[in-house]
């Protein structure tokens, strides 16, 4: 794990937990108002497509990951693998790299996996739709998040 607490220190949080854990209050507290585009600005943002954002998209690296984002398939078949080391390609159709966190417990964090919108033509402010996968993952394992811009997903 990269995340190790450094010699001498004991200090038990994480950074990573830390953000997610705002993220999480701010996608239970959707605010339209926009602030600062960072990962941990104090409210989700609406924009000109998008009257009420409750989604807060994240990207996650991991230690090991080589800067290829942590990816999961998009439903519960078993037979589903989704390649962490290479970039996307046809094996990879039902995988995605988009979650929203939907809890945090100390240290870990269960993410949904969000999946591409594929009716583009009529929600274009809605780019991701909710699945049903979820996964669980230790933040001690995770170095970098990326934020995508706030959205709206049905159903979460």
């Given at each position: 794990m990269c995340n190790n607490n450094q010699t001498g220190n004991n200090n038990n949080s994480n950074g990573i937990a830390d953000i997610l854990n705002v993220i999480l209050i701010l996608q239970q507290n959707a605010c339209p108002e926009n602030c600062l585009d960072s990962c941990d600005r104090p409210m989700l943002g609406g924009g000109p497509n998008c009257l009420i954002?409750?989604?807060?998209?994240?990207?996650?690296?991991?230690?090991?990951?080589?800067?290829?984002?942590?990816?999961?398939?998009?439903?519960?078949?078993?037979?589903i693998t989704c390649s962490n080391?290479?970039?996307?390609?046809?094996?990879?159709?039902?995988?995605?790299?988009?979650?929203?966190?939907?809890?945090?417990?100390?240290?870990?964090?269960?993410?949904?996996?969000?999946?591409?919108?594929?009716?583009?033509?009529?929600?274009?402010?809605?780019?991701?739709?909710?699945t049903n996968s979820f996964f669980t993952m230790n933040l001690n394992c995770v170095c970098c998040i990326k934020c995508l811009n706030d959205t709206s997903v049905d159903c979460v």
């Open positions: 954002c409750n989604t807060r998209p994240v990207m996650l690296y991991t230690c090991c990951g080589n800067g290829v984002p942590w990816s999961m398939p998009t439903c519960k078949d078993s037979t080391t290479t970039s996307q390609d046809s094996t990879n159709v039902c995988c995605s790299s988009v979650f929203r966190v939907e809890k945090l417990d100390g240290n870990t964090a269960t993410f949904r996996v969000l999946a591409d919108n594929p009716d583009t033509t009529t929600n274009i402010a809605m780019p991701y739709v909710a």
